[in-house]
């Protein structure tokens, strides 16, 4: 029987609802299609850039005011860094300071690039939307007139991972190596810009994965379907899993199973944006 299967109405809930993730992909008219903002999450819209300047600090420069309306924090590898709260019309910032729509971190709150950043923003103390390193990584993605996968990298956090396309599942390219020389396999890396050799082609009928790795654990996913962060990822497997007994040929639902550890799976199921990653998960 299907593993992940555990009645009509589950079933259904877990593999058809709408994708929730912050970044999607549109068609585009030609022989292209690119990655562009999702209008279900905003918050990647609030931020024109994230950089590290020279002195280490973190320098957010944010598009448009509308991060004036939430409590927004910094965390660096999981830990609270800075932060801002206040009303809309005076902003107070905490262990950094706030120009006009930049946010730069104090000098003794410094980042490098191994090290992982998140912004969180709230209102009314509860978290409504985040933005991490990954989804701010990769600026579009398109098939030029060789059927050839382009990908364009939006600034050098890529070059700390390890780097594989795969298309319809299948391994096609990849990028590997130290951060100060990447090496790129069946495929060019020019500065910012990727590119597949000219016998690994794609069309628009193609499903891709952009996978990310970090010392063999994956940090994210980029497809046609969204992003998937891989603590998403990770999170909608093990809840998964836990509903069924791993020491059991035939995987049954644990006999102490409820209604709520369904409804958790299915609620992190439903924020992995990967089409060929949820169908791994529920099958």
Known sequence: MKKKILNITTATAI?????????????????AYEVTQNAVNNFQKMIDSVSIDTGGKLNVIFANDDFKDYTVTINKNGAYL??????A????????????????????????????YE??????GVVVGSVNIMDLMIDSVTIDADNRLNVKFLNENFKKYTIVVN????????????????????????????????DRTFTTDDAYQIVLTLDGEIKGIFSKDGFTDGKVL???????????TADNPAN????????????????LLNLVTDATEKKEITN
């Open 89 to 116: 019309t005076k902003k107070v910032p905490w262990y950094s300071t706030l120009e006009d729509r930049t946010w730069i971190t104090n000098a003794d709150r410094t980042f490098t690039a191994d090290d992982e």
């Open 119 to 124: 912004i969180v923003f709230r209102q009314e």
């Open 15 to 31: 593999l058809f609802s709408g994708p929730m993730g912050m970044i999607s992909i549109n068609s585009k008219a030609g022989h």
């Open 252 to 267: 049954d639902i644990k006999v102490n199973l409820t209604q709520a550890n369904i409804d958790n799976a299915t609620t």
């Open 167 to 198: 298309k319809n599942g299948v391994y096609q390219a990849g990028i590997d190596g130290p951060v100060t020389k990447k090496q790129a396999w069946y495929s060019t890396l020019t500065d910012k810009t990727w590119v597949t050799n000219a």
């Open 82 to 87: 800075a932060g801002m709260d206040g009303p």
């Open 234 to 244: 990770k999170n909608a497997k093990d809840a998964v899993n836990g509903l069924f």
